[in-house]
T-cell receptor, first 116, second 107 residues
C-alpha cells in the first residue's frame, strides 16, 4: 500500500460527459502528479501541483483541468469526453517539488476510465 | 520528451541477474536517475535512485557510469515476480516516463 488513494477505481461513462477523479496523497506529501496511461502505452505526464499551486504542466488537453485543495487532495476533471480518453489515470505524490534527492513518487492504484 | 533511452524488451532466466541498461546522455550535473517498475496495470513502484555513486538496496543495485551518461539497474536474482515494465527516469520538474523496458523472466 503506497498510501496514495484514488477514487473511483473504475468508471464507465459516455462520450461528451464529464467526470472527476480524486486523489488523496500520502500523509505529509505536498506534491501531487497526474499521469494518463492508455492501453499498452507509457505513462503520459499531465500536471503537477505543489501545496495548492500548479508547478509543471505536461501534455494535458484543454478539456482536462486539475486542482489541489487546501487539504492537499487533488481532483482531475475530464470534460467533453471522447473515446480516446479511455485510459488508466494515475495519481502520485511526493514530499517535495524541488529536492531531487527526495523525489521518489508514490503512486496510487489508478482510476480506470472507459468512455463508450 | 523523456530524457532517457531504454531497450523496449529484455529476457532473463529465473535465478540469474537481470541487467537493465539506460542511456541519459543529456543529464545535468544535479539531476538524479530514478528507476521504477510497473507490474501489469498496477501503479508504478519506486525501486532505487542515485546521483553519481553506485547504490544498492533490498530490491536492486544501480550502477552509474563515471560520465553519468548511462546507468544499469541490476536485479541480482530475478524471479517470475520481477516480470514488469522498468522505467528509468532523469528527474527534473516534469517527471517524464518513457516507454520503459518490458522484462520477461523465463522459468
Amino acid at each position: 500500500d503506497s498510501g496514495v488513494t484514488q477514487t473511483p477505481k473504475h468508471l464507465i461513462t459516455a462520450t461528451g460527459q464529464r467526470v472527476t477523479l480524486r486523489c488523496s496523497p500520502r500523509s505529509g506529501d505536498l506534491s501531487v502528479y497526474w499521469y494518463q496511461q492508455s492501453l499498452d502505452q507509457g505513462l503520459q505526464f499531465l500536471i503537477q501541483y505543489y501545496n495548492g499551486e500548479e508547478r509543471a504542466k505536461g501534455n494535458i488537453l484543454e478539456r482536462f483541468s486539475a486542482q489541489q485543495f487546501p487539504d492537499l487532495h487533488s481532483e482531475l476533471n475530464l470534460s467533453s469526453l471522447e473515446l480516446g480518453d479511455s485510459a488508466l489515470y494515475f495519481c502520485a505524490s511526493s514530499v517535495d517539488a524541488w529536492t531531487s534527492d527526495t523525489g521518489e513518487l508514490f503512486f496510487g492504484e489508478g482510476s480506470r476510465l472507459t468512455v463508450l | 520528451d523523456a530524457k532517457t533511452t531504454q531497450p523496449p524488451s529484455m529476457d532473463c532466466a529465473e535465478g540469474r541477474a537481470a541487467n537493465l541498461p539506460c542511456n541519459h546522455s543529456t543529464i545535468s550535473g544535479n539531476e538524479y536517475v530514478y528507476w521504477y517498475r510497473q507490474i501489469h496495470s498496477q501503479g508504478p513502484q519506486y525501486i532505487i535512485h542515485g546521483l553519481k555513486n553506485n547504490e544498492t538496496n533490498e530490491m536492486a543495485s544501480l550502477i552509474i557510469t563515471e560520465d553519468r551518461k548511462s546507468s544499469t539497474l541490476i536485479l541480482p536474482h530475478a524471479t517470475l515476480r520481477d516480470t514488469a515494465v522498468y522505467y528509468c527516469i532523469v528527474r527534473d520538474d516534469k517527471i517524464i516516463f518513457g516507454k520503459g523496458t518490458r522484462l520477461h523472466i523465463l522459468p
